[in-house]
T-cell receptor
């Protein structure tokens, strides 16, 4: 398996521009997580999808951030407009998780290599 | 709310010496516990996990961790570190609440430096 794939690996943009980060989860996984990592705040969960549906977006910092998962094999995180304080490494992770009401599964999250975003 | 604490921000250890990284959690029920490692410029890689059963868990790269319910701890150990073990280590606990099942709460991380 190729693991979680993220693109681009590096992105440099100017303040005010739109940024789109992409993620392809591991085939067969039903949950996808977007994280942001900075020196000051550490690793923060931004949003969590299960079966393509957003379950928890309480970590999304503000309306400038949006995430979609149109199908089981693709997700995007968009920042519009971008600001210098958005500079960070953004990770996507996937897992196979069962929610209440069905078979309860708990598995580890597999992380992608990350996208290093620099907003000038 | 559950939380994870890694008391040591930074640890320096000599190559060949033993290593122990501390992790404490606060949660009423038996949690799902994980240790991840992050090498510079890389994503997080799972070292080991504890769900139930034997409280001493073996992982990759010669690491092990012991779950101690009485101390709410899940400390990571390695008998003899190698220079390649220099990295940041994260402890995480899995949420067991219905509305956040599958989410991981990560500690702040411990940076490990290995000296010759």
């Amino acid at each position: 398996d190729a693991g979680v794939i993220q693109s681009p690996r590096h992105e440099v943009t100017e303040m005010g521009q739109e940024v789109t980060l992409r993620c392809k989860p591991i085939s067969g996984h039903n949950s996808l997580f977007w994280y942001r990592q900075t020196m000051m705040r550490g690793l923060e969960l931004l949003i969590y999808f299960n079966n393509n549906v957003p379950i928890d977006d309480s970590g999304m910092p503000e309306d400038r951030f949006s995430a979609k998962m149109p199908n089981a094999s693709f997700s995007t995180l968009k920042i519009q407009p971008s600001e210098p304080r958005d500079s960070a490494v953004y990770f996507c992770a996937s897992s196979l998780v069962g929610l209440a009401g069905g078979p309860l599964l708990y598995n580890e999250q597999f992380f992608g290599p990350g996208t290093r975003l620099t907003v000038l | 709310a559950q939380s994870v604490t890694q008391p040591d921000i930074h640890i320096t250890v000599s190559e060949g010496a033993s290593l122990e990284l501390r992790c404490n959690y606060s949660y009423g029920a038996t949690p799902y516990l994980f240790w991840y490692v992050q090498s510079p410029g890389q994503g997080l890689q799972l070292l080991l996990k504890y769900f139930s059963g034997d409280t001493l868990v073996q992982g990759i790269k010669g690491f092990e961790a012991e779950f101690k319910r009485s101390q709410s701890s899940f400390n990571l150990r390695k008998p003899s570190v190698h220079w390649s073990d220099a990295a940041e280590y994260f402890c995480a606990v899995g949420s067991l609440t219905t509305d956040s099942w599958g989410k991981l709460q990560f500690g702040a991380g411990t940076q490990v430096v290995v000296t010759p």
